[in-house]
């Protein structure tokens, strides 16, 4: 069985040859970074260019009844399906923590412990590792840290370059480790690996990283602390939303025993909803309400899928456009290259990582780039013996390195944006360049990633 769940597709020849197959996906490339070097970090600007993209490849296709089928195919591959389920129950109960008042619930943590300005980094740092872990999601925690922890940590004299980075890096903690990161399950369920086996394994990785961002962090924001600004009590947080952290816990539990996908992501959040309308946290109408005089309902349901809308066209589009590099031949003369300088382990991993690194370099998307190498991944790992996990392990360590330091990637520009909350404060914001160079946490995981493709770190415990 195929773990990616791709369906055959024909071989497509295109006026130009390979040359003509690739020159859609260069159009991509060069409208998305200029896209997101404008400043606009909304995945909705990118549709334009991948209908234009898919267009020009129609134009340049021989046989344009074949092309048109493989790019349904290419959108409609099972893995896709999953990864958009993963994005709404994801955002649905990012909007859930959001509004039950987790976010508050750890600042209010943090006041009780008198953090001066360069302890808040450090703070700010673990609070949004907590989020993303319990959200899955590092756009969502940067939309719901950010502007909180931003202001308030400046406001208390923090170093404002340091904690966007350290906003970010534990932006990047929870996708790279939790159970529901979109990044966690694309890379195991596309290399066939089990998620809760695979969570498990990214230990090893995951906590030397963390410990170099929190001692980069703690160094410095203490040697970088400005002079704190009074009046800040409007933001020293409420404790009352500390019950809702049972929630990620539950899930990360279910996910550990082996449950599904849908079933530890569904039953969290019915169980997330209970608890926090049991505990006043969350009113009825914001479960569930009808605006009859407008004709709309409103959901904190309705809300987490309208942000999971984005990226999921934009996944679908460029998994479309993806196919037709693939049934060009793209992958298989990779798969051939690969075999012919691949004669260990440790060079068939060299030749994943190198490739996935390719590609999200070239997408600015950690998801999309993982599905467009996976059967690569998957065929190269194979004829050396890397194991499953192994593989989902090495992918996700470089996905979440490049775009989380890059300045013309999604989630460094989208921290970037966030930081403009403090100009009602008279903070100034971060350039994207400056957010990324202070993301300790990706430098650290790069730097594990060598380790484990140079010297074999981990591998014994990703068999």
């Known amino acids: 069985m195929n773990p990616v769940g791709e369906k055959n597709t024909a071989v497509l020849a295109f006026h130009g040859g390979m040359i003509g197959a690739l020159l859609p996906f260069l159009l991509f490339v060069v409208g998305v970074i200029a896209i997101a070097l404008s400043g606009a970090p909304d995945e909705r600007g ?3 260019v991948l209908l234009l993209a898919l267009g020009i490849g129609l134009l340049l296709v021989k046989d344009k009844t074949a092309f048109s089928q493989v790019v349904v195919e290419g959108m409609s591959q099972s893995i896709v399906m999953i990864m958009i389920l993963a994005w709404m129950l994801a955002s649905i109960i990012g909007v859930l923590m959001a509004s039950t008042g987790l976010v508050e619930a750890l600042i209010w943590l943090s006041s009780q412990l008198n953090l001066s300005g360069g302890g808040f980094v450090l703070t700010g740092f673990i609070i949004c590792s907590l989020v993303s872990l319990s959200t899955g999601s590092s756009f969502a925690t940067i939309l719901i840290c950010g502007p909180i922890l931003y202001p308030t940590g400046g406001l208390l004299g923090a170093p404002l370059e340091i904690l966007a980075g350290a906003i970010l890096a534990g932006a990047t903690f929870g996708d790279f480790i939790a159970p529901i990161s979109d990044t966690t399950i694309a890379s195991a369920l596309s ?6 086996p695979t969570v498990k394994s990214r230990i090893k990785y995951i906590l030397p990283a963390a410990i170099i961002a929190l ?3 703690g160094l410095a924001g203490y040697l970088g602390q400005g002079a704190a600004t009074p009046d800040t009590q409007q933001l020293l947080g409420d404790p009352k939303g500390l019950p809702m952290l049972l929630i990620p816990l539950f899930i990360i539990y279910l996910f550990l025993r082996g449950k599904h996908l849908l079933h530890g992501l569904l039953l969290g959040l019915l169980l997330g ?5 049991v505990l006043g946290l969350l009113p009825l109408n914001e479960i569930f309400s009808l605006d009859l005089e407008n004709f709309t309902a409103k959901s904190l349901v309705i809300d987490g899928i309208n942000r999971a809308v984005g990226i999921s066209f934009f996944t679908i589009l460029l998994m479309g456009l993806v196919a037709t590099l693939k049934a060009a031949g793209l992958v298989d003369q990779l798969v051939r290259l690969a075999a012919t300088r691949s004669n260990n382990v440790r060079q068939a991993e060299s030749w994943i990582a190198g490739t996935v690194g390719a590609a999200v370099l070239l997408t600015t998307h950690s998801i ?3 599905l467009m190498v996976a059967e690569f991944a998957n065929r190269t790992g194979n004829q050396q013996g890397v194991s499953s996990k192994r593989r989902a392990n090495i992918l996700s360590m470089v996905v979440t390195v490049f775009p989380f330091l890059l300045p ?3 989630p460094v520009i989208l921290m970037a944006n966030t930081t403009q909350s403090g100009t009602e404060f008279n903070l100034p ?8 160079l202070f993301n300790f946490i990706s430098w650290g995981i790069l730097l594990i990633a060598l380790a ?5 770190y981990g591998r014994k415990g990703d068999r």
Do not use: E, N, R, T
Not at 273 to 277: F, S, T
Not at 429 to 436: E, F, N, R
Not at 452 to 456: C, E, N, V
């Open 46 to 48: 990118f549709w334009p």
């Open 191 to 196: 290399q066939g690996a089990d998620i809760g």
């Open 215 to 217: 001692i980069g962090y």
């Open 273 to 277: 909803i209970l608890l926090g309308w």
């Open 368 to 370: 999309v780039a993982i």
């Open 408 to 410: 013309y990637c999604i």
């Open 429 to 436: 914001s971060v350039a994207p360049l400056q957010v990324g």
């Open 452 to 456: 484990a493709i140079l010297f074999g």
